[in-house]
């Protein structure tokens, strides 16, 4: 099993930038990637990014490619999101997400994902 905890949220105003957080423990030697999503009250949760964990391949979403960066440091165990240019609609719980190898799916999907962090929040004032 792996165990994730996320860090780095907090209330920033628009035009800002945070910096997120997901420190893994536990079985990380069998991580496949991680990735990064959102949700926002009444709504689903939604993918922004992934990396996977031995070569550090990216994945973005169209809505947030040019504005976010996904990285990892595997001797920390500690995965990254730098987000700038931070609107109200940023606004929401963001969780990190971790797969083992063997897992399929798609980047893009929740389900594909076995383990979550609790999450952080994020909000944005106009």
């Known amino acids: 099993q792996v165990q994730l905890v996320e860090s780095g949220g907090g209330l920033v105003q628009a035009g800002g930038s945070l910096r997120l957080s997901c420190q893994a423990s536990?079985?990380?030697?069998?991580?496949?990637?991680m990735g990064w999503f959102r949700q926002a009250p009444g709504e689903e949760r939604s993918f922004l990014s992934a990396?996977?964990?031995?070569?550090?391949?990216?994945y973005y979403a169209d809505s947030v490619r040019g504005r976010v960066t996904i990285s990892r440091d595997t001797s920390s165990k500690t995965m990254y999101l730098q987000m700038n240019s931070l609107q109200p609609e940023d606004t929401a719980v963001y969780y990190c997400?971790?797969?083992?190898?063997?897992?399929?799916?798609?980047?893009?999907?929740?389900?594909?994902?076995?383990?979550w962090g609790q999450g952080t929040q994020v909000t944005v004032s106009s």
């Open positions: 997400a971790s797969r083992l190898r063997g897992t399929t799916g798609s980047y893009y999907l929740p389900r594909s994902y076995d383990t």
């Open positions: 536990g079985r990380t030697f069998s991580l496949y990637s």
């Open positions: 990396v996977t964990w031995t070569d550090a391949k990216t």
